[in-house]
């Protein structure tokens, strides 16, 4: 057997997350080439392309090159939908952060053009790719709890740097967008039908003014009567926190830790572990996974796990907590989708 | 110095609590000394009396006896509040299974009777009690995660036996009862606001046209803004699981496990911790460490820790949650005490 | 049915596990009943007794009071095997704590007058009542982890209070006597056959000419051919620590913790739990377990589970430890025995 | 800042070892080119060579072309050294599995060689590069435990495959020198003065008269006093384990497990955990990890962290238990080098 080629890749925005993916797919992936950066702001995409010994470019230079097999989509959320478009159309793989899409007409237009192009289209769910997760999900999946009764997942960032930055309403579709995919992907087959929320600004009060919140409770009834709870904070003072929890009728798992490491300090002051302060470093084997796994999907012409209905779904959630918060209210999803 | 002599104790009530509380009162406690049991079903109470080596008598000798200077109260849950009020008219000092009362008219009458007799009353929340309880009370107390932001408590009990015998909204007022007391108890000197709750019968759904519920999550907005969870099931295949978490503007505590042994067990299967079957095996430390505080809350004329007062909060919230099922939406606080 | 009477003990000794033990015995041991104190100094027995509401009294007094019908030794262990073989003569069942003896000669005698009176005799080894030693018992003799091949056992006292009043050898004899016969124990049928011990005073290096060692590791082969380690240290920073492990042709137990709480503290610092300070708290229900065990054997007239061949064993290896110490050789036990 | 260029790396060995570091080299590390595969069998080179798309060559040829800047030795343990003589004079930095070699006068040869050479010299030793192990080393070379007193480490392998094919003392010269090498480490300074070692076959008795050895514990004596265990068995029903733990005068870390991950798994039975099956699992970061490093060694020109001089050391203790097993008696150190 000869080697399989890697995939040649381009990544567009060079930001925090792209940095790190543009990192992963050149160190840490070997189904992976990664062949340009673009970004905005070309002196990012240029520090970032010499750094990796990559060329810098612009994202049309890009999606012309027929020697570039796909692209990983980093930059800001509200641009995604239209590069995910435009990619595409030039016969590209996608490989798009959460969120895919800002509105329901884009996820719809993203995801037809993609289905029109034949062109896998991955969304960065990375819990689908973290070891706890997946090892639960399996069990899940394959009976090892029952049906589903009880679900919770949960996010904590570690710290909220700049409130006065925050778009409006990011703690639902960049944060908990993460536990809603999650939630709909460890109730396999289950389907979201209300929603309520509670949500504040906690962490930094000052901002609530503005629009700011930072805190938040959505409880999520879905059609196989099973009751989810997602909850999400932008300031764990101890680190990154990440977890889960399905409990059913014939079982339970529990997953994540924000002290994953099994070393232990014990001193006069007791037991001590050490926990992870950043999501790239809690979930960097996930991310490498994510991008693996796309690269398989690509060369083996296989659909990916998570795709533009997953994304879409949890953004449906999104929208109903949000809608929540504004009207007071259960919100059904029905609503949400009827609305669009 | 001379022993403090122990607390002479009837118990009324001899079911399965009753006979639990019974027993710990005669053989765990050494501040009470058990003398006397009375039950509607005078069999049930002269098996118990038998079994310790006490006496088996009605309500009314009990009360009458000058030489019984408390009673615990572990009878039918719509029975208590007129107990209550008959003991505290005889001067006994009073402890209580929860719920307290059934309505909060009920709640102000015992509560008045206590107060005006001058006994102490003390209400049977457990996990004030509970070793790891009490811990992480102590740090959110004394400030050791800053100002709480999101808190989290659940009660999943081993089965349901029988879901016809289960009375309309059991799992709001006996069964989270427990988490709403923890919640309130965990976030020292807030007050809840705004109730949410999604509830189902998820275990039993043959049963749910009765009015079963088995499988609920309730949301509760504070008045210091902090958002909490509780969670209840009906039947956890594993055993016996109370758990409890605060996240605040410093940190977070995480309470509880029902396999709280440190014991493994490795084999070809992977990892195996063994998981406590009842709330008495889990509890059980606790449930005497109460009975024993109630003890020196008698002999030292001091008020118990967790009275009336608390009580009437836990059902406030628990009558909440039942118009928010009932009214799918959110409720507030201040309707249910407009509306009693 | 009725009450079965509670065993009427003393208790000889009120040093600080005597006062543990009486304590355990009047207020947490339902089938006991306290009824008196003896003591060399007579003032301290005074002060317990007059705590704990019973009498103080001499040995004779106790030794010859019908209504006694059995003793708790916990006086200094050098007057252990006399006090035995004056409790045996009187009739008296005999609880006492470890060592039982100090001298093969002694322990023949005071097992032999045991035997010849028919008097049950307990030996103190608090880790056969401790739930997690005795789950792991219960899978290793039923075989859950196959045929034993390597054990680990440790104890670490939390501080070195008074290095100069710690009598030669004290580590082996008093410490990891415990350790020995919790090997034997978790190694069901197995004897010790060769012993290896490196010792030196590591904490308080300053006593090691008077013969202090408070720092020690042994090696033990059994007959079985399984390897043993057990391990002391007289001064764990972070409290006392008590733990074993039996890993087998099937799989492994491991046992214990210091942090045995749920609890866990998370902050700027990363993950805190509480460690236990005192045998007294950390093994408290072991305790009590073995005061109530004993209790079931007197009142049932069946034999303790650990008795003085148990106790015997485990000195046997304590004998042969010293000699490897002194000699800096591998000891076999055939050696201690035809040394007696 | 332009790209560092990668090392370009031949790997010597193309067993399961090699296999994997082959692996791990061209798709893992970064910092590292794989540019060729040899192997005493020339078909295990060219199989290996092709799935990664490299060369396969012979040592000749590797050695003699200019291209190639460092080694990865991964043959059979008895060649190493001379592979290491030869890399080094032919100008090669050299890394060696352990154990680098097979006898004092070939360690000393080798690291002679590289010594004049000039080259780098980095072995095996993957613990060294585990997350966990490294962050409690940390916390020990801090002072964080204050001075060490007792130390272990364990490796239990999870199945012996073939009992005959095993050479005579593998378990101390291949399986434990990583316990010696971590406890040499762990105890940072300290040099072992004594040794004594218990083994036995005990999982394949049957060829314990061919000289199998599969289940080992050895005490070594440290010259600051400290006192260590390293124990080994070839055959852990539950998986591949690796723990260690460094007990000190202000308190201790305890190091790994064989359920790395948080996942837990509850049901009727209890709860559960997955084991990790093999080094290659467990271990992979810390294999990834002192690759990468000793890629940064190379291209940076500075000295690997662990070297010859740690290898020798290690290799001393295990020469000095294979003496105590010959000999049934307590080794001194001393012997071994005085012997060579």
Redesign the interface.
Known sequence: ???TPPVRIGVIGAGRIGTHHATAL???T?AAELVAVADVYPEAAHALA????VRATSVETMLADDTVEAVAITAGSTAHAELIRRAAAAGKAVFCEKPMAMTLADFDTAIGACEQAAVPLQVGFNRRFA???T??HD?VASG????P??L?SLT?DPGLADPASVPPWTIFTQTLIHDFDTLNWLNPGATAV?V?A???A??A?GHKHSGLLD???V?I?FDN?????A?A?F????GYDVRGEV?G???????????????????????????ERSDTDLMHRAYVGELAAFCRSVRERTMPTVGGADARAAFEIALAAIASVEQ???VSIGEIKDDR
Chains 1, 2, 3, 4 share one sequence.
Do not use: N
């Open positions: 057997m000869s080697r050149a160190r840490h070997a010499e750094e990796l010994g070891d706890d997760f090892a639960a069990i090892g709890i029952g049906t009764h009880l919770r904590r209300s309520h509670f949500a504040d906690l962490v009060p805190t938040a409770v409880t009834r009567g099973a009751l989810a709870t909850e904070s300031s764990a003072a101890y409990f009728s014939a079982g339970m798992v529990t997953i994540g830790s924000p002290a994953p490491l099994t070393m232990q300090h014990w001193t006069a002051s007791g037991a001590a572990r050490r926990t007071d209210r259960t």
